[in-house]
């Protein structure tokens, strides 16, 4: 088993956000988190990558128990996560924006730094050198000098999963990466991570975009005021009862 949730419940005062969540995410597939406004999706990726602690259940990436540990050991173990917005440093390249990212992982510390060690230009290089890598797997090598303040939305979205990339994860959780972008630009984002899939790179996504998950999600499971109503395929998610009425009944396009 990869990644699994057991019982996993988190409240916030009297509000349960997510209720006893079972679930296991596919290596090497495109898993999928879909479901309402509020439904929990979020606060279920915040869970799993460290950044909420559960109120209760647990959090297991490969046969370990990960409920407890910081969100920095969490990313370490190779699980990279992406913002619904993310903030970029808009005064600097995109280059210098990924390399910052990257940097925040290697072992040189400020002391090196000031002193330019070797040890520190021969990491500068290295994370230079990963940063160039992943901007070409997420196709900006021609962007790479500009300002990221400059650069349109779609790009961000590029840049956001080539931060991710950058820490050699095992696991992605990119969080809408399609929102705010228009239809061609997210099929572009669909094949993008398609490809990261044949790198070897799980994926687990939230997404408001229906057309784009069913068609792009090997594994869907769905949330509704916190709990789980329904797992699977896109056929198996799109002909079941419970989800119909409590999501695609509504606002399909939502
Ligand atoms: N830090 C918090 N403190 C209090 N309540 C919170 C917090 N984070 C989320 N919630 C509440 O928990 C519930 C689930 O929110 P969450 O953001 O996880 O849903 P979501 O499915 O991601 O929604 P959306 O699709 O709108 O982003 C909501 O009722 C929300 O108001």
Redesign the pocket.
């Known amino acids: 088993m990869f990644i699994e949730t057991k019982d996993l419940t988190k409240n ?1 005062g009297g ?1 349960v ?1 997510v209720k006893s969540v079972d679930f296991s995410i596919e290596e090497g597939k495109i898993n999928a988190i879909i ?1 309402p ?8 990726f915040n869970l799993v990558s460290g950044s909420y602690t559960p109120s209760s259940g647990k959090v297991i990436f490969k046969g370990k128990d990960i409920t407890n540990l910081p969100s920095h050991k969490i990313a370490n173990l190779g699980v990279a996560r992406t913002f619904q917005t993310t903030n970029l440093f808009e005064q600097a390249t995109v280059l210098d924006n990924v390399i910052v990212g990257h940097r925040l992982r290697t072992e040189s510390n400020l002391l090196d730094a000031i002193l330019r060690t070797k040890r520190y230009k021969r990491e500068e290089k290295k994370c230079r050198d990963k940063a160039m890598e992943v901007l070409d797997f997420v196709g900006l090598t021609g962007i790479t000098d500009k300002l990221a303040g400059s650069i349109t939305q779609e790009e961000k979205k590029r840049v956001a999963f080539a931060l991710a990339l950058a820490t050699e994860p095992e696991v992605v959780f990119l969080d809408e990466p399609a929102a705010g972008i228009n239809p061609g630009e997210t099929d572009g984002l669909a094949d993008l991570m398609r490809k990261m899939v044949k790198k070897g790179i799980t994926v687990c996504l ?1 997404e ?1 975009k229906m057309q784009m998950i069913m068609k792009l999600a090997d594994k869907i499971m769905v ?1 509704n005021y ?1 709990e789980k109503i329904a797992e699977g395929t896109s056929e198996e998610i799109m002909n079941n009862e419970a989800v119909i009425e409590a999501y695609l009944g509504g606002d399909a396009s939502a």
């Open positions: 916030f509000l956000a479901g406004n509020g439904a929990g999706k979020s606060t279920f939230i408001h949330l916190g």
